[in-house]
Nanobody, 123 residues
């Protein structure tokens, strides 16, 4: 069983930055790929970024490429999402997630989810 706890959300002005953290309670954290998703009001949950466990390869949604950076610290069982140049359209609840196996960009490919953290970007 993997438990995930996000933190770092908040209110920020457009153009600002936030760093989200996701702490995992699992001994084998380094063997899991990790992903970030977001869900805005009235919209479906959408892929933001992912990082694999083996070589640290990263993947991003086109809407955040060049602005967001996903990283992981296996010694701390934590994955991060550094968000720069934030826009009002980035406003959403952000979730970290882990698949039991593999790594993908669809929510259904992930088995474990955190409770989410709210990010609000004001214009």
């Amino acid at each position: 069983q993997v438990q995930l706890v996000e933190s770092g959300g908040g209110l920020v002005q457009a153009g600002g930055s936030l760093r989200l953290s996701c702490a995992a309670s699992v001994r084998t954290f380094s063997r899991y790929g990790m992903g970030w998703f977001r869900q805005a009001p009235g919209k479906e949950r959408a892929f933001v970024a992912a990082i694999n466990w083996s070589d640290g390869d990263t993947y991003y949604a086109d809407s955040v490429k060049g602005r967001f950076t996903i990283s992981r610290d296996n010694a701390k069982n934590t994955v991060y999402l550094q968000m720069n140049s934030l826009k009002p359209e980035d406003t959403a609840i952000y979730y970290c997630a882990a698949p039991y196996y593999g790594l993908g960009q669809r929510p259904r490919e992930y088995d474990y989810w955190g409770q989410g953290t709210q990010v609000t970007v004001s214009s």
